[in-house]
Protein backbone atom coordinates (compact mmCIF):
# COMPACT_ATOMS: atom_id res chain seq x y z
CA UNK A 1 0.00 0.00 0.00
CA UNK A 2 1.34 3.33 -0.91
CA UNK A 3 0.08 7.00 -0.16
CA UNK A 4 1.85 10.16 -0.70
CA UNK A 5 2.89 12.08 2.69
CA UNK A 6 0.38 15.13 3.73
CA UNK A 7 1.73 18.63 2.69
CA UNK A 8 -1.46 21.02 4.06
CA UNK A 9 -2.80 20.83 7.22
CA UNK A 10 -5.93 18.50 7.36
CA UNK A 11 -9.47 19.60 7.72
CA UNK A 12 -11.91 18.78 10.12
CA UNK A 13 -13.58 16.43 7.84
CA UNK A 14 -12.43 13.47 6.32
CA UNK A 15 -14.63 12.00 3.55
CA UNK A 16 -12.91 8.39 2.41
CA UNK A 17 -14.33 6.69 -0.68
CA UNK A 18 -13.15 3.23 -1.55
CA UNK A 19 -13.13 2.34 -5.24
CA UNK A 20 -13.00 -0.39 -7.47
CA UNK A 21 -13.93 -0.24 -11.03
CA UNK A 22 -15.49 3.69 -10.79
CA UNK A 23 -13.87 5.39 -13.18
CA UNK A 24 -17.53 6.79 -14.14
CA UNK A 25 -18.22 8.42 -11.11
CA UNK A 26 -14.85 9.60 -9.09
CA UNK A 27 -14.30 12.34 -10.34
CA UNK A 28 -17.98 13.79 -9.98
CA UNK A 29 -18.44 12.76 -6.60
CA UNK A 30 -15.36 13.73 -5.82
CA UNK A 31 -15.99 17.32 -6.61
CA UNK A 32 -19.33 17.74 -4.80
CA UNK A 33 -17.60 16.62 -1.59
CA UNK A 34 -14.54 19.32 -2.37
CA UNK A 35 -16.89 22.00 -2.58
CA UNK A 36 -18.23 21.61 0.52
CA UNK A 37 -14.45 22.05 1.99
CA UNK A 38 -14.07 18.62 3.18
CA UNK A 39 -10.78 16.72 2.48
CA UNK A 40 -11.39 13.14 0.41
CA UNK A 41 -9.31 10.07 0.69
CA UNK A 42 -9.90 7.71 -2.45
CA UNK A 43 -9.16 4.15 -1.15
CA UNK A 44 -8.33 2.06 -4.80
CA UNK A 45 -8.07 -1.68 -4.73
CA UNK A 46 -6.10 -1.98 -7.71
CA UNK A 47 -9.06 -1.08 -10.18
CA UNK A 48 -8.48 -2.66 -13.60
CA UNK A 49 -10.53 0.17 -15.32
CA UNK A 50 -8.37 2.75 -14.23
CA UNK A 51 -10.12 5.17 -11.57
CA UNK A 52 -7.03 4.91 -9.53
CA UNK A 53 -4.99 6.79 -12.68
CA UNK A 54 -7.85 8.96 -12.11
CA UNK A 55 -7.91 9.52 -8.93
CA UNK A 56 -3.99 10.19 -9.27
CA UNK A 57 -5.11 13.16 -11.77
CA UNK A 58 -7.45 14.62 -9.23
CA UNK A 59 -5.04 14.44 -6.28
CA UNK A 60 -2.06 16.09 -8.96
CA UNK A 61 -4.43 19.18 -8.82
CA UNK A 62 -5.89 19.49 -5.15
CA UNK A 63 -4.07 19.32 -2.70
CA UNK A 64 -7.20 18.28 -0.55
CA UNK A 65 -7.51 14.74 -2.54
CA UNK A 66 -5.46 11.97 -1.26
CA UNK A 67 -5.36 8.31 -2.86
CA UNK A 68 -3.97 5.48 -1.38
CA UNK A 69 -3.20 2.41 -3.60
CA UNK A 70 -3.37 -0.87 -2.43
CA UNK A 71 -2.30 -4.16 -4.35
CA UNK A 72 -5.29 -6.31 -4.85
CA UNK A 73 -9.06 -6.42 -3.95
CA UNK A 74 -9.11 -6.42 -0.29
CA UNK A 75 -12.46 -5.84 1.04
CA UNK A 76 -14.50 -2.78 2.07
CA UNK A 77 -13.67 -3.02 5.83
CA UNK A 78 -10.19 -3.08 5.67
CA UNK A 79 -10.73 -0.06 2.94
CA UNK A 80 -12.17 2.15 5.54
CA UNK A 81 -9.70 0.80 8.62
CA UNK A 82 -6.73 1.48 6.89
CA UNK A 83 -7.75 5.22 5.49
CA UNK A 84 -9.07 5.82 8.92
CA UNK A 85 -6.07 5.12 10.51
CA UNK A 86 -4.10 6.94 8.40
CA UNK A 87 -6.86 10.08 8.99
CA UNK A 88 -5.88 9.66 12.76
CA UNK A 89 -2.31 10.25 12.17
CA UNK A 90 -3.03 13.17 10.31
CA UNK A 91 -5.49 14.75 12.79
CA UNK A 92 -9.03 14.73 11.53
CA UNK A 93 -11.80 14.79 13.69
CA UNK A 94 -14.79 13.86 11.72
CA UNK A 95 -14.40 10.44 9.23
CA UNK A 96 -17.19 10.06 7.21
CA UNK A 97 -17.90 6.84 4.94
CA UNK A 98 -19.39 7.49 1.19
CA UNK A 99 -19.91 5.23 -1.25
CA UNK A 100 -18.52 6.82 -4.58
CA UNK A 101 -20.95 5.85 -7.14
CA UNK A 102 -23.20 8.89 -6.51
CA UNK A 103 -25.40 6.74 -4.37
CA UNK A 104 -24.81 9.12 -1.89
CA UNK A 105 -25.86 12.57 -2.38
CA UNK A 106 -23.58 15.34 -1.13
CA UNK A 107 -26.26 17.34 0.07
CA UNK A 108 -27.20 15.30 2.87
CA UNK A 109 -23.24 15.37 3.84
CA UNK A 110 -23.60 17.86 6.01
CA UNK A 111 -26.26 17.06 8.12
CA UNK A 112 -24.75 13.99 8.90
CA UNK A 113 -21.14 15.10 9.94
CA UNK A 114 -23.56 18.24 12.37
CA UNK A 115 -25.33 15.28 13.64
CA UNK A 116 -22.04 13.08 14.22
CA UNK A 117 -20.25 16.49 15.85
CA UNK A 118 -23.06 17.60 18.34
CA UNK A 119 -23.44 13.21 19.19
CA UNK A 120 -19.65 12.52 20.15
CA UNK A 121 -20.53 9.39 18.54
CA UNK A 122 -21.23 8.19 15.10
CA UNK A 123 -24.04 9.49 12.61
CA UNK A 124 -25.93 7.25 10.14
CA UNK A 125 -27.35 8.86 6.91
CA UNK A 126 -30.75 6.52 7.46
CA UNK A 127 -33.20 5.59 4.84
CA UNK A 128 -35.63 3.88 7.39
CA UNK A 129 -36.53 7.20 9.58
CA UNK A 130 -39.49 9.40 8.57
CA UNK A 131 -37.64 11.57 5.86
CA UNK A 132 -35.22 8.92 4.42
CA UNK A 133 -36.24 7.12 1.27
CA UNK A 134 -34.94 4.91 -1.43
CA UNK A 135 -35.33 5.18 -5.44
CA UNK A 136 -34.43 3.20 -8.34
CA UNK A 137 -34.03 -0.41 -6.49
CA UNK A 138 -36.27 -3.18 -7.23
CA UNK A 139 -38.42 -4.52 -4.60
CA UNK A 140 -36.56 -7.35 -3.97
CA UNK A 141 -33.54 -5.66 -3.28
CA UNK A 142 -35.48 -3.02 -0.87
CA UNK A 143 -36.95 -6.09 1.07
CA UNK A 144 -33.53 -7.54 1.65
CA UNK A 145 -32.39 -4.45 2.73
CA UNK A 146 -35.16 -3.61 4.76
CA UNK A 147 -35.36 -7.72 6.28
CA UNK A 148 -31.55 -7.00 7.17
CA UNK A 149 -32.06 -4.41 9.02
CA UNK A 150 -34.91 -5.91 11.35
CA UNK A 151 -32.64 -8.93 11.38
CA UNK A 152 -30.07 -6.98 13.28
CA UNK A 153 -32.15 -4.85 15.59
CA UNK A 154 -33.80 -8.41 17.20
CA UNK A 155 -30.52 -10.61 17.08
CA UNK A 156 -28.20 -7.42 18.47
CA UNK A 157 -30.87 -5.67 20.44
CA UNK A 158 -29.94 -2.46 18.99
CA UNK A 159 -33.06 0.43 18.37
CA UNK A 160 -30.89 1.80 15.15
CA UNK A 161 -33.56 1.68 11.82
CA UNK A 162 -30.57 1.34 9.10
CA UNK A 163 -27.48 -0.48 10.86
CA UNK A 164 -26.69 -1.20 7.28
CA UNK A 165 -26.21 2.33 5.96
CA UNK A 166 -23.26 3.12 4.01
CA UNK A 167 -23.12 6.57 4.39
CA UNK A 168 -22.27 7.62 8.12
CA UNK A 169 -19.93 9.98 10.21
CA UNK A 170 -17.88 8.88 13.47
CA UNK A 171 -16.02 11.03 15.69
CA UNK A 172 -12.41 10.40 16.37
CA UNK A 173 -13.04 9.93 19.73
CA UNK A 174 -15.38 7.10 18.96
CA UNK A 175 -12.64 5.25 16.61
CA UNK A 176 -9.46 6.00 18.64
CA UNK A 177 -11.73 3.55 21.33
CA UNK A 178 -14.05 1.17 18.95
CA UNK A 179 -10.27 -1.09 18.51
CA UNK A 180 -10.51 -1.12 14.80
CA UNK A 181 -7.33 -3.80 15.13
CA UNK A 182 -10.17 -6.13 16.88
CA UNK A 183 -12.73 -5.68 14.00
CA UNK A 184 -13.02 -8.78 12.41
CA UNK A 185 -15.70 -8.13 9.53
CA UNK A 186 -15.63 -7.30 5.92
CA UNK A 187 -17.59 -6.19 3.23
CA UNK A 188 -20.94 -4.95 4.27
CA UNK A 189 -21.03 -6.84 7.45
CA UNK A 190 -18.37 -4.06 8.57
CA UNK A 191 -21.15 -1.53 8.77
CA UNK A 192 -23.14 -3.86 11.14
CA UNK A 193 -20.37 -4.59 13.32
CA UNK A 194 -19.36 -0.89 14.13
CA UNK A 195 -22.55 0.34 14.66
CA UNK A 196 -22.61 -2.68 17.48
CA UNK A 197 -19.45 -1.48 18.95
CA UNK A 198 -20.25 1.97 19.28
CA UNK A 199 -23.06 1.33 21.18
CA UNK A 200 -21.73 -1.84 23.18
CA UNK A 201 -19.13 1.26 24.18
CA UNK A 202 -21.72 3.61 25.00
CA UNK A 203 -21.39 6.41 22.12
CA UNK A 204 -24.60 7.89 20.78
CA UNK A 205 -25.65 6.56 17.75
CA UNK A 206 -27.97 8.70 15.54
CA UNK A 207 -29.58 8.36 12.44
CA UNK A 208 -30.21 11.15 9.98
CA UNK A 209 -32.43 11.18 7.28
CA UNK A 210 -31.36 10.80 3.96
CA UNK A 211 -32.63 9.82 -0.02
CA UNK A 212 -30.38 6.78 -1.45
CA UNK A 213 -30.39 6.96 -5.22
CA UNK A 214 -29.52 4.04 -6.68
CA UNK A 215 -25.86 3.93 -9.07
CA UNK A 216 -26.09 6.54 -11.49
CA UNK A 217 -23.30 4.21 -13.84
CA UNK A 218 -21.30 0.92 -13.67
CA UNK A 219 -22.64 -2.19 -11.36
CA UNK A 220 -23.26 -2.54 -7.90
CA UNK A 221 -21.06 -4.40 -5.70
CA UNK A 222 -22.92 -6.41 -3.28
CA UNK A 223 -23.45 -9.87 -4.11
CA UNK A 224 -25.04 -13.00 -2.23
CA UNK A 225 -21.87 -14.00 -0.78
CA UNK A 226 -22.05 -10.58 1.20
CA UNK A 227 -25.63 -11.01 2.53
CA UNK A 228 -24.66 -14.17 3.93
CA UNK A 229 -21.74 -12.67 5.32
CA UNK A 230 -23.32 -10.51 7.04
CA UNK A 231 -26.45 -12.47 8.44
CA UNK A 232 -23.23 -14.69 10.04
CA UNK A 233 -21.76 -12.03 11.78
CA UNK A 234 -24.74 -10.98 13.04
CA UNK A 235 -25.19 -14.41 14.42
CA UNK A 236 -21.43 -14.08 15.31
CA UNK A 237 -22.31 -10.93 17.36
CA UNK A 238 -25.09 -11.81 18.95
CA UNK A 239 -23.38 -15.41 20.20
CA UNK A 240 -20.74 -13.11 22.13
CA UNK A 241 -22.80 -10.35 23.52
CA UNK A 242 -25.22 -13.56 25.50
CA UNK A 243 -21.93 -15.32 26.32
CA UNK A 244 -20.73 -11.90 27.77
Known sequence: MSIPPRNTPPTEVLVVLPTYNERQNV??????????????????????????????????????????????KMGLGSAYKDAFRLGLEDGSRLFVEMDADGSHRPQDLQPIVDAARQSGGLALGSRYIAGGSIEGWPKRRWLLSWGANIYCRLLLQVPTRDT???YRCYTKDLLAHIGL??????????????????????????????????????????SENEVRRALLTVLRLSLSRWRR
Do not use: C, N, W
Open 27 to 72: ERVVSAVRKLGHDVMIVDDSSPDGTGEIADKLAASDPGVRVLHRPT
Open 164 to 166: TSG
Open 181 to 222: DEVRSQGYSFQIEMVYRARRLGYKVVEVPIKFEDRVAGASKV
